[in-house]
């Protein structure tokens, strides 16, 4: 039997090549995901192996600022972190029956998880060069940050929009609860960052 970290690596390689095909519309993007109880579970893994990359680039992002900025609490940024990964699926499935999603809440929370993983690795890619460079390459950083959160956006748009907006056969998707889950990300996450602010 495989040990965990051989799984976990196994399950990170298949989850990146289900996000990409999502994010190429191709129609045979659940195939490599696995949508099970026990896959949905699994999922979490995703954001707490994020956690360090996380921190990583609020951390560089300090640095790069100097005294501009006050160095801001990793307790905080993890609590923030941890906040949004967590509450966004409760409160989704909270809200999920008055908002007609019946289905597809598994599969996308999974896809949600999974995507902001790969968010984390690209941003703390991204972060290398302040780390290196200082505060030299602040305004980079930030332009690519900005795009890197516009396509984790349009990733959870093409989650919700695979899942709890499938339209039936020959018919057209719901537009109503793609919209929301959007919404509830952003919202979360603004939340998420004042509760990280708080205990900075």
Known sequence: MPSLPARISAEIGDAGRGVLRLLRFDPLWAEQLDLSADGFLRSFWAPLLALPLNLLVIDAWARAQGSAVQHPSLFGAA????FDAFAFPLVLAVLARPTGITTGYGALVILANWAGLFLNVALAVAALPLL???????????????????????????????TVGRPPAGGVGAVGPVLMV??????????????GAWLS
């Open 182 to 195: 959007v919404v509830l990300a952003v919202g979360v996450g603004s939340v998420a960052d004042r509760v």
């Open 132 to 162: 290196l460079l200082g505060g030299g390459s602040a305004a980079a950083f930030s332009f690519v940050a900005l795009l890197l959160s516009g396509g984790y956006i349009f990733a959870l748009w093409r989650a919700g929009r695979e």
């Open 79 to 82: 609590v923030s972190h941890l």
